[in-house]
Structure formats: C-alpha cells, structure tokens
C-alpha cells in the first residue's frame, strides 16, 4: 500500500475514532488527532489543483467565508470559527482520496478501518474494565473514560452506525451492524439507533431480489435487540423509549432548556438577522442576547447551525448539496454517499455543521459523482458514430440489384420472407430496382 494510502487509511480511521489530544477544561473544546492532519490533506489536494473546480461544496465555503470575514468586523471574532477551515480541509482532502484511489482500494481501506475499529473497542474496554457499566448504561461517573467519539456515548454509537453504512456490499457489514445496533441500543443513542436503521435500508436495497437474506437480517437484529433488553432486565427497553418521547422534550422546553427550546431561540434569532454573524458566532451571539444561558455551545441541527453562522445565502447552497447527494437512487449509491445520507438525516436533531466526518464524505461523495459523469462522457465520446451521409453517385451505382444479391448466397432480413435463388425474385422486384436506378441517373 502507498504512503499517501496510509495516510487516508489513518485519517478515515481518526475520524470515526476519534482520540483526543488536548482537551479545555473551560471551555470543553477538543484537539483531536485527525486536527492535526488535516493539513496535511489540504496540501495534498492542493497539489492536484487542476482537479478542482467551482463546484457547490466549494462555492459553499466562498459563501461562509465571505460571510464570516465581513461580519466579524461586526460582531467580533470567536475561536470555534477555526472550525470551518477544519471543514473546508476534510472536504478537499476528501475529493482528494476518490481521486486517488480506485473503488477496490477504498474497500479495501474500509475493511482494514472496521478491524482496528474493534481493536479500539477492545483496547479501551480491557483499560477502563472496571467502568463499563458505566460506559454501556449512559450513566455519569466521577472518572474519565474514553469514548471512541469526542461527543460522548451518543456520537460513539453513531459512528458505528456510520462504519456500518460504508461496509454495505461487504462481507463485513453484518458483524458491523450487529456491533453497532447492540452498542446503540446499551448507550440509549436515539441518532445510533437512526444510524443502524438508515444502514439496514441500504443493504435492503442492494439486497432486494434476495428475501431469504432481508429475512435473515431482520430476525438476527429483532433477536439480537431483545436478548440485550432481557439482559438489561427492561431497564434499558424503558430508557431507550423514553428517548424517543418527544414529550420529554417538550418538559424541558417548558424548562428553557434542550432542542425544542434552541431551536425557538434560533428561529428568533435567525428572523432578526438573516444573514449571518460569521462561523462560530451564531450561537454565541444567541446566547449573548437571551435573558437566559443554554448549556450547550450548539443547536443540534446543521441546517440552523449553518444558518445563524452563514446566513441564508449559504444555507441555500447546503440545501443544494443535500438535493445532489440525495437525488441518488439508493441502488446506485456508492459508500461515501451512503454516509452523506445518514450525516444529514441526523444533522437534523444533532452535529454542529463543521463535522470532519461529514465533510470528509461530502468531498469523497461529490468527486465520485464527478469522476462517474467523467467517464459516462469519455465513454459517449468513444462510441463510433453512424455515418448517415449519402455516398457518391458512382458509390451508390456500385449497389448490387436484388438478383446479384441473390446469386450471392440466402438473403437475410428478419421479418422479411427469405428468397435464396434468382428465381424466387419477381418481375416487380426488378421493375422498382430499374426505376430507382434510372432516378438516381436524373437526379446526377
């Protein structure tokens, strides 16, 4: 395998589990190990420059860079607006691994991705045993532990979930999805649990003219979900509905406090300024303006995210993303694609919109499109063309008549009556043949 292979082996890898390298206390911001390499892939894509163009991924980055170096002469700078060019680079650096890479060496990629994933489950079980239950529960504890995602239990399960998605068409995608679903099902992750379902449908629809199979898979998860539950006692089958309760959101709206909430403040805050207060801001700015504090530093929703950072200017661009990616039948859909579906069908409850792992597969899944319409044309533009002129006089003199065509050998013409001799041509045959002859003549 080749270096700059290995390179986006560690990246892809890095993205999905992630491991922190510097943590605020503060503030909680995190310096995770794929930070550090993005860089790099920025300065890879950047020298195969010709390769990009203005595309909508890039005119979406224009739109919030242009929109966030206006409005910090106005509102001011914050430091999470470091995140979109965080976002910026995963998205050239994944355009850049499609480019160079083929489809059997991403696979590969992925297969070698899922079996170190499982070592890093099995690393950080043996190193915090004595915390799994509180790992597996969703339960609070005064120690650290370590989460193979930055977010928590809740984006752990749903990169899993994820991991699942991009091993669809793969002999690896059950155990996948059997380790995603359990894993989601113990951590109460509504998204995980989304996650295993959107990667289910894929492999549905790759599998459709194979019921034997579809059957096998929904026995294997309907089985596997309830022996955990009866493990858990209906602890967890009581927790794991609750989440999905939209009523407890509603109380902790009435409390000020939780999605339901957020997205009311936005909305608002959205209303009176539509174009944006720059990456970083938004929600700060909301924050800053409420007779009240929310405790989280985003809204859960890309699309509102995006849209106090942003403004609409830049959320229409997003939404025309969405629409290139989603316009896809899901059985022609490659991997990369796969996971831009379920980055926004989550994006919608959770994510903050400058995820590396989303704009990661956004570059790879739009340099895949464009490399498939790159070689649909090539393919067109090879394809020999029929030559629909008409010949010379002398060319079209040279015809044989319907009786040397028959002292030739059989006459061939499906859905005409085969004549094999010269006698079977009648007189009529040759009168027509004489009287076109004699106006190709006149006409010369």
């Known amino acids: 395998m080749r270096l700059i292979h290995c390179f986006y082996l560690a990246l892809v890898f890095l993205t999905l589990v992630q491991i922190p390298v510097y943590e605020n206390d503060v503030t909680g911001n995190t310096l995770n190990a794929y930070h550090l390499l993005l860089p790099i892939g920025l300065i890879l894509g ?188 209906g602890r967890h089958e009581d927790q794991l509905t609750q989440r999905f309760d939209i009523k407890a959101e509603q109380r902790l709206a009435d409390q000020r406090q939780g ?15 539509p174009f944006g207060h720059g990456a970083g801001n938004g929600f700060a700015m909301m924050n800053r303006d409420l007779d009240h504090f929310y405790r ?9 995210d995006l849209t106090m950072d942003g403004g609409v200017q830049s959320t229409l661009l997003l939404l025309m993303i969405v629409f290139a990616n989603l316009r896809q ?45 790159q070689a649909i044309d090539e393919q067109q533009d090879t394809l020999p063309v029929a030559d629909t002129t008409i010949g010379s006089i002398d060319d079209m003199m040279a015809l044989p008549s319907p009786g040397e065509i028959a002292d030739d050998g059989p006459l061939i013409d499906e ?4 004549r094999s001799t010269r006698e079977e041509i009648t007189a009529d045959d040759e009168q027509w043949w004489a009287i076109d002859m004699d106006r190709i003549r006149h006409s010369a």
């Not at 999605?259 to 300024?273: D, G, V």
């Open 46 to 233: 950047a020298t195969r420059i010709h390769r990009l163009t203005l595309n909508l991924e890039m005119c979406f980055f224009i739109s919030m860079a242009c929109t966030t170096m206006f409005t910090y002469w106005v509102y001011g700078y914050n430091i999470r607006g470091i995140l979109l060019v965080f976002a910026g680079a995963a998205c050239v650096a994944g355009a850049d691994w499609v480019h160079r890479t083929t489809v059997d060496e991403r696979k590969q990629t992925l297969r070698i991705i899922f079996w170190m994933t499982i070592i890093a489950i099995i690393a950080r079980n043996v190193m915090y045993h004595g915390e799994l239950a509180t790992i597996y529960s969703r339960e609070k504890s005064n120690s650290p532990v370590w989460f193979l995602a930055s977010g928590g239990p809740n984006l752990e399960s749903t990169h899993l979930g994820m991991l699942a998605a991009l091993l669809v068409g793969t002999s690896l995608f059950l155990p996948s999805l059997a380790i995603a679903a359990i894993t989601s099902v113990l951590m109460l992750s509504r998204a995980g649990v989304i996650a295993c379902l959107a990667a289910s449908c894929f492999w549905i629809a790759e599998n459709r003219r194979n019921p034997y199979r579809i059957g096998f898979l929904l026995i294997a998860l309907i089985g596997a979900t309830t022996y955990v539950m009866l493990l858990a006692g």
């Open 259 to 273: 999605r339901l909430a957020i997205w009311k403040s936005a909305s608002q805050q959205i209303t009176s300024n």
């Open 296 to 304: 989280e530093n985003n809204s859960h929703n890309i699309f509102i």
């Open 329 to 373: 039948p899901l059985t022609r859909m490659d991997s990369c694609t796969r996971l831009v579906w379920i980055y926004f069908l989550l994006g919608m409850f959770e994510f903050t919109g400058y995820d590396i792992i989303g704009w990661f597969f956004i570059g790879a899944s739009s340099a895949s499109r464009s490399l498939a319409k």
């Open 415 to 418: 859905g005409e009556p085969k």
